[in-house]
């Protein structure tokens, strides 16, 4: 607070936000923190190894009697700027919170035979919702303090349907809203053999808006195609249809 950081936008983000507004017990806790803007020198590792314990400190009336972060990216990750950690927290009830931290991711690019993509870590909330597997998944709960200081106030942010589609049990991936077929499709489908592969699967005779979808959840295979396992999963586990596009 004292060096102008108090007001980074810090989300709850994934899972633990769809199972809250399904009626569910969270399993995990994620947290995505908005660095756009900040200088370059604040990361997510600053702020919870230099910053956090001296917040904690001062101020007692949270509760909190320890605090501990872990760096969990690999010396590939870390060569690739990918700035993850977990955080344990230990109330005074001894109760320990496990949280898993990363900063708003903008544009990944993969590299050939390579699932760790480089990122921009200035990202939006918008273009960190993008990059998920699901909408369902793409949400984003905003948490701040309260005016007033008494408690706190959340704030939900669905940029791509995952409310909707959470209503209608459908699994699909978020596509960009503000992009064109064409655009997406000159973005996606670079060689000749990838676009005719797509006419072979009657993108080019979908509707707009489908084929647009169809496009983007090729790209989000091409990333990382084990995404397909995890939606198939969930559909197991929640009962919920793949979208046809799929």
């Known amino acids: 607070e004292?060096?102008?950081?108090?007001?980074?936008?810090?989300?709850?983000?994934?899972?633990?936000?769809?199972?809250?507004?399904?009626?569910k017990e969270p399993d995990d806790l994620d947290l995505s923190i908005c660095l756009r803007g900040c200088p370059e020198?604040?990361?997510?590792?600053?702020?919870?190894?230099?910053?956090?314990?001296?917040?904690?400190?001062?101020?007692?009336?949270?509760?909190?009697?320890?605090?501990?972060?872990?760096?969990?990216?690999?010396?590939?990750?870390?060569?690739k700027q990918l700035d993850t950690f977990k955080a344990f927290f230990t109330n005074s009830s001894g109760k320990k919170t496990e949280v898993d931290v990363m900063p708003?991711?903008?544009?990944?690019?993969?590299?050939e035979h390579n699932r760790i993509p480089i990122r921009d870590q200035r990202g939006t909330p918008e273009q960190d919702a993008l990059r998920r597997d699901l909408t369902i998944g793409a949400l984003l709960l905003r948490v701040a303090a309260a005016p007033g200081g008494g408690g706190l106030s959340y704030e939900l942010f669905d940029f791509y349907g995952g409310v909707e589609d959470l209503r209608n049990s459908i699994l699909r991936a978020p596509w960009p809203r503000d992009q064109g077929l064409e655009q997406v499709r000159s973005a996606v489908l670079r060689t000749p053999a990838e676009k005719e592969l797509a006419a072979a699967l009657g993108v080019d005779a979908a509707p707009p808006d489908e084929a647009l979808q169809a496009v983007w959840w090729?790209?989000?295979?091409?990333?990382?195609?084990?995404?397909?396992?995890?939606?198939?999963?969930?559909?197991?586990?929640?009962?919920?249809?793949?979208?046809?596009?799929f």
């Open 41 to 79: 020198e604040v990361t997510v590792a600053d702020l919870l190894e230099n910053k956090l314990p001296a917040y904690v400190a001062a101020k007692p009336d949270h509760g909190i009697t320890q605090v501990k972060s872990v760096g969990m990216s690999s010396n590939e990750s870390k060569a």
């Open 2 to 23: 004292n060096e102008g950081l108090g007001d980074l936008p810090v989300f709850i983000n994934g899972g633990y936000v769809r199972d809250l507004l399904l009626g």
């Open 104 to 111: 708003t991711i903008g544009e990944e690019r993969y590299e």
């Open 218 to 245: 090729a790209k989000v295979l091409m990333d990382d195609p084990l995404r397909v396992c995890r939606a198939l999963r969930f559909a197991a586990k929640l009962r919920f249809q793949v979208y046809h596009t």
